[in-house]
T-cell receptor, first 115, second 111 residues
């Protein structure tokens, strides 16, 4: 099956700094990728839809200036958490579809801890 | 009203038993559904995709879809401790890849 690789898998950063998370589709081109966030014991919540070559579409309540998304190529989307605070500590997961395939391929996820 | 409702958990079954996970949905326009499994601290992985009324079997897993009753279920036969995870039911939706997840059902299979 298709592979989506997410990096890093874990990151600890200091409050006020920025963190970049990468999501790569390794064996297919993805014009659209999705970013989710999951707090402990809660469900995955869609944060935004990342569109290659255009602006991301953010879900209601997600601050676009805080969570910067760049989808500069057909195989790479990045999520930058700017001025991170402890409440941003969460599990961030990306996904991508290959063409119009029914299956969403998920990255391994990134555990962000802000101290 | 939530788009999908899953049976409240956690669900605990003994090893070798059948685990039954249920999901009801409110949107009659939903035509197909995914079942994902998520281990603690990991990303979801696809278990089944069902789009036709009736049953779909894949190994120990059987998904059932009843569009008239707006009900979708997942049966796991011969449950194993390795099946212990959170199971997520989600409609495919109109946008490819854009998924909406509920709380899921936590399944524990005890030896």
């Amino acid at each position: 099956g298709a592979v989506v690789s997410q990096h890093p898998s874990r990151v600890i950063c200091k409050s006020g700094t920025s963190v970049k998370i990468e999501c790569r589709s390794l064996d297919f081109q993805a014009t659209t990728m999705f970013w989710y966030r999951q707090f402990p014991k809660q469900s995955l919540m869609l944060m935004a839809t990342s569109n290659e070559g255009s602006k991301a579409t953010y879900e209601q309540g997600v601050e676009k200036d805080k969570f910067l998304i760049n989808h500069a190529s057909l195989t790479l989307s990045t999520l930058t958490v700017t001025s991170a605070h402890p409440e941003d500590s969460s599990f961030y997961i990306c996904s991508a579809n290959r063409g119009r395939s029914t299956e969403a391929f998920f990255g391994q996820g990134t555990r962000l801890t802000v101290v | 009203q939530k788009e999908v409702e899953q049976n409240s958990g956690p669900l605990s079954v003994p090893e070798g038993a059948i685990a039954s996970l249920n999901c009801t949905y409110s949107d009659r326009g939903s035509q197909s559904f995914f079942w994902y499994r998520q281990y603690s601290g990991k990303s979801p992985e696809l278990i089944m995709f069902i789009y036709s009324n009736g049953d779909k079997e894949d190994g120990r897993f059987t998904a059932q879809l009843n569009k008239a009753s707006q009900y979708v279920s997942l049966l796991i036969r011969d449950s194993q401790p390795s099946d212990s995870a959170t199971y997520l039911c989600t409609p495919r939706g109109t946008s490819y890849g854009k998924l909406t997840f509920g709380q899921g059902t936590i399944l524990t299979v005890h030896p």
